[in-house]
């Protein structure tokens, strides 16, 4: 799918040229940290800078993330004062580790010989910083040609590594900051994972639907009920290393009903895909707690999991807008399906409860519009995510955000998102949707569960 572009043709820039078949979302704001005086930006700015030069983005055996930047930008993006950001700050570095030597040098000349990598982390800050100064220090031309040209873009490695990859890089254009920019290729190249990448990168495995749909919900529904996943083996492991998941035993499977999501063939279609997959992505998180907690006499859980299928598809919000090119546009978002997918199998492929959707008005638990206005709810949840007790979960915090970028993205919102709802009723049903579903996030939640162990 990724393939080689031109070096002149860079992918990304401030406001794409519209074309037909394009995904026509407006730009979420870009703010730009590295020249605004005030005092919670620079405290921003600063605090991301220290992240760089004290942390490791991956530590415990390099198997988990440094997830820094995203608390401390989601924080930003919502409001918080610069004594806020300092206390995420403290909050998150408690468990960082430092920097450690990398075993060697990653150069121009075999870089590709590292990816995967991990212990050679430091060693590709330090190239990718290099690079920097080759390219006159415009960041954005640097993530052209490592992440889509060169002789190997890393495109297709963003949705390795749980997609931190990909978030990673939308804060770096969300907040226009190089640092972010170094660090996101930095993990895209040490989380690069050829079993993952190879089903994006080459095209025949981009094959004609079976049995198309233009609905995501009702491909995982077919795929709740698809006998020939029964035995599939889950465990944490199996959505961590995609060399443990779904996708290395069933693959067949799985690229049949990745293949079947119709409306990225026809080019009046594409909006209304994105859109689709806002709604999969937070039903698939919210949707699918109660079901989760059955039998088991809890409270809804939460999936540790699942809610990075929503933070990546957050991630596609923002940078979508930015690419230029509809074929793009539609990689990446086939990119971000297949990560779903697999996702949702490797945790037992719970049934998503869809009545968030249906506005069942005399639901008293669900009902988040009858006493106060939309603006003070959403104010209540925002507030909630910056003080309340969950304020330094770098996951809680992006959830509640995502959501409420999902809600401004829909036709009529801040970020309108040119769809096809069904008229003014159709788009206050589906803004309402979503702010019940984030409503019953943030007063549910407890603590993440991780699913089979």
């Not at 004062?81 to 030597?101: C, K, N, R």
């Not at 080759?134 to 052209?144: H, I, M, N, P």
């Not at 036709?411 to 019953?440: C, F, H, I, N, V």
Request: proline share 4%; with cysteine; aromatic share 8%.
């Amino acid at each position: 799918m990724f393939q080689v572009r031109p070096a002149s043709l860079w992918p990304f820039g401030r406001g794409a040229e519209v074309e037909q078949g394009m995904i026509r979302l407006q730009s979420v704001e870009i703010h730009d940290i590295e020249t605004s005086p005030e005092k919670r930006t620079r405290t921003l700015k600063h605090l991301l800078r220290a992240n760089h030069v004290n942390h490791s983005l991956l530590y415990c055996h390099l198997q988990f993330h440094n997830h820094m930047s995203h608390i401390l930008g989601s924080a930003y993006l919502l409001g918080a004062t610069p004594e806020q950001l300092v206390e995420d700050y403290d909050a998150e570095a408690g468990e960082l580790e430092a920097w450690q030597d990398s075993p060697g040098e990653v150069s121009r000349h075999d870089w590709i010989d590292y990816l995967g990598k991990k212990q050679y982390q430091r060693a590709f800050v330090d190239f990718f910083e290099d690079e920097l100064v080759r390219f006159g220090y415009d960041w954005r031309q640097l993530v052209g040609e490592y992440v889509f040209g060169g002789k190997r873009p890393l495109a297709s490695s963003l949705l390795c590594g749980l997609g931190h990859p990909l978030i990673h890089l939308s804060y770096a254009y969300e907040l226009s900051n190089h640092t972010l920019a170094i660090e996101a290729l930095t993990t895209t190249a040490t989380c690069h994972d050829p079993n993952l990448s190879k089903y994006l990168d080459d095209p025949a495995y981009d094959r004609p639907a079976t049995a198309p749909s233009h609905s995501l919900l009702e491909l995982l529904e077919r795929v709740r009920t698809d006998g020939r996943l029964d035995d599939v083996a889950t465990s944490m492991a199996a959505s961590v290393s995609v060399s443990a998941s779904p996708l290395a035993s069933h693959a067949a499977v799985l690229l049949e009903h990745w293949n079947n999501w119709a409306p990225l063939d026809a080019a009046d279609s594409a909006t209304a895909a994105f859109l689709d997959s806002q709604r999969a992505a937070v039903l698939l998180l919210v949707g699918t707690s109660r079901t989760l907690a059955e039998g088991q006499g809890r409270n809804p859980v939460y999936n540790f999991f699942l809610v990075h299928v929503l933070t990546t598809n957050h991630a596609l919000r923002v940078l979508l807008p930015l690419v230029r090119t509809p074929r793009l546009q539609r990689q990446l978002l086939r990119a971000w399906w297949l990560f779903a997918l697999t996702t949702y199998v490797a945790q037992r492929r719970p049934a998503i409860d869809q009545s968030l959707l249906l506005l069942a008005r005399d639901d008293p638990v669900e009902d988040a519009t009858t006493t106060t206005t939309t603006t003070q709810t959403w104010a209540r949840l925002t507030d909630d995510a910056l003080h309340g007790r969950h304020r330094t979960d770098a996951h809680f915090v992006k959830a509640v955000r995502a959501m409420r970028e999902a809600e401004k993205t829909l036709p009529g919102g801040d970020g309108d998102g040119d769809g096809q709802e069904d008229g003014a009723g159709g788009e206050k049903k589906a803004k309402e949707s979503y702010l019940r579903a984030a409503t019953r996030f943030v007063d549910e939640f407890t603590a993440w569960s991780y699913g089979p162990q």
